[in-house]
């Protein structure tokens, strides 16, 4: 049993390929651009993990090329697009012609590239790696939850501007023998599109180990808040904005990291108290912000789980996330991971003055915090991916990998 693997950039940090390479059955990994497989580019000296041996792995030019302008732009605009469609493509074709190279391994494909390969001649299982929410559910959420929908024209979604996403994606489903996905709302996606919930293995994302401090840097009399994501209605940043404005919270502040970040959004909340809005940072400084930050706040409509999530756990922060996140997957008791109603002002509000009121300076629920982030590993995400891919459960050679988890 070997598997052919495709995804684009350093999706979920390459965990989906090293599932299968840590028991020797990843026989090609397809990808972009991958640290020590041909050319080197500086600036990605970090696309690559000790778990997958460049001799693996396959690189799609095509699609690396389709990404340079954008890089290039995004430097100006914070509110560029990324080029899905056109990247996921040139992808799927280099995807494509490894697998039919190989017509017997067989295939755990990311959604938006696997379509082409799936067509191919393989004889292998087809399993569906589904990152995303299903295009015609985030139109159909979008249109259904959002409490501010047509208060401003909020940039819209490539899903909703470009129906053949959908197209594609019901043919990959339709092809798919099975999926694998991080979250129960992408799970409801994939069965409101026609696959039965017994071919889906939810296997929830898990994050970096524990980082504490000898001291703690966060203790102080406000409670901060931080967000961290795209900022555009789909993750929920207008609906978190307009709640933060009527809970006027006066022992605590948010602070805004936006790699990306919608005009209309950025006006939005000018003038608002106790926001600051922050551009792109680098990993050491968002850490230092999520080692500050009391409360991570993940309001989104929609989300295939929130990588975010884990990482401000790992960091000792307390989460406040919608329903359409995985934080209901990731088993956190309710004092520590606030749940609320996506795209409901006044659901968000409670939250927030939920996470005010229980507070504490000393932030002594951090200990808490860490040892969850330590059940929350990426080695159990691992697991779930190669019961999902049909594995046989972990043998002995696994449990000593895992030991330096």
Request: some cysteine; overall charge neutral.
């Amino acid at each position: 049993m070997n598997f052919v693997v495709g995804h684009n950039r350093d999706r979920d940090s390459y965990q989906v390929p090293a599932a299968l390479a840590e028991v020797s059955v990843l026989d090609t990994f397809v990808t972009d651009y991958y640290e020590g497989r041909g050319f080197s580019v500086p600036t990605l000296s970090h696309r690559r993990t000790p778990l997958i041996e460049p001799s693996r792995v396959r690189q799609s030019f095509g699609a690396f090329a389709a990404q340079l302008p954008y890089e290039v732009k995004r430097r100006i605009s914070r509110s560029v697009d990324f080029p899905t469609v056109l990247v996921e493509a040139r992808l799927g074709a280099t995807i494509a012609r490894v697998a039919a190279q190989k017509p017997e391994a067989d295939l755990l494909l990311y959604s938006g590239s696997a379509l082409q390969a799936f067509q191919g001649p393989s004889t292998g299982r087809r399993i569906l790696f589904q990152y995303h929410v299903s295009p015609q559910f985030i139109v159909d959420t979008l249109s259904s939850v959002d409490e501010l929908a047509g208060t401003r024209p909020w940039q819209r979604e490539a899903e909703v501007l470009d129906p053949s996403m959908q197209r594609l994606h019901e043919e990959e489903v339709r092809l798919a023998d099975s999926a694998i996905c991080a979250s129960t709302f992408t799970k409801n996606g994939l069965i409101r599109q026609g696959m039965g919930g017994e071919d889906i293995t939810v296997a929830p994302y898990g994050g970096p180990p524990a980082v504490r401090t000898i001291e703690d840097p966060a203790r102080g009399e406000k409670c901060s808040c931080l967000f961290v994501g795209q900022g555009v209605a789909r993750k929920g940043l207008h609906i978190l904005i307009e709640a933060w404005r009527r809970a006027c919270l006066k022992n605590a502040d948010l602070t805004i990291v936006a790699s990306r970040l919608d005009p209309e959004i950025a006006d939005f909340g000018r003038n608002v108290p106790n926001i600051r809005f922050v551009g792109r940072l680098s990993e050491e400084e968002l850490s230092r912000h999520m080692k500050v930050a009391d409360t991570l706040v993940l309001p989104s409509l929609i989300e295939g789980f929130g990588l975010v999530l884990g990482e401000g756990l790992s960091r000792g922060c307390r989460i406040l996330a919608s329903s359409h996140t995985g934080l209901v997957d990731m088993g956190l008791p309710e004092d520590l991971g606030v749940v609320v109603d996506p795209g409901s002002v006044s659901s968000l509000v409670e939250g927030l003055q939920r996470i005010v009121d229980t507070y504490d300076h000393r932030r002594s629920y951090r200990e808490a915090l860490f040892e969850h982030s330590e059940r929350l590993s990426w080695g159990g995400f691992r697991r779930k991916v190669r019961q999902g891919a049909g594995l046989p459960m972990d043998t002995g050679h696994t449990a000593a990998v895992r030991k330096g988890e």
